[in-house]
């Protein structure tokens, strides 16, 4: 089973950008299919963004379109969301995700699961 470590969260201002990392370990990143979701003080989990299999295709949530960006990098066995144009409401614990099934990618319904990091965006 793969095993995520995330890291990169911290304070940042609003309009400023951050980049979050997540390091796979016990098996290939390259094999699955990879994700972000967010969740804020008295809120539920929410998607942000996913990645298939082959990395050739991603989707995002509304709030993250135009503004969010998933990668990976095959070599380093991590997948980053880098995030720009932050808004108060992005401040939020975000988690990324992984999994074998490609159907993931439209369900999100994710196996793995990393500890998550917290964002935080002052005004």
């Known amino acids: 089973q793969v095993q995520l470590v995330e890291s990169g969260g911290g304070l940042v201002q609003a309009g400023g950008s951050l980049r979050l990392s997540c390091a796979a370990s016990?098996?290939?990143?390259?094999?699955?299919?990879t994700g972000w979701f967010r969740q804020a003080l008295g809120k539920e989990r929410e998607f942000v963004a996913a990645?298939?299999?082959?990395?050739?295709?991603?989707s995002y949530a509304d709030s993250a379109k135009g503004r969010f960006i998933i990668s990976k990098d095959n070599t380093k066995n991590t997948v980053y969301l880098q995030m720009n144009s932050l808004k108060p409401e992005d401040t939020a614990v975000y988690y990324c995700?992984?999994?074998?099934?490609?159907?993931?990618?439209?369900?999100?319904?994710?196996?793995?699961w990393g500890q998550g990091t917290q964002v935080t965006v002052s005004s």
């Open positions: 995700a992984a999994d074998q099934n490609n159907v993931v990618f439209i369900t999100h319904d994710f196996g793995s």
């Open positions: 016990g098996r290939t990143i390259s094999s699955y299919v």
């Open positions: 990645m298939d299999r082959s990395g050739r295709l991603t």
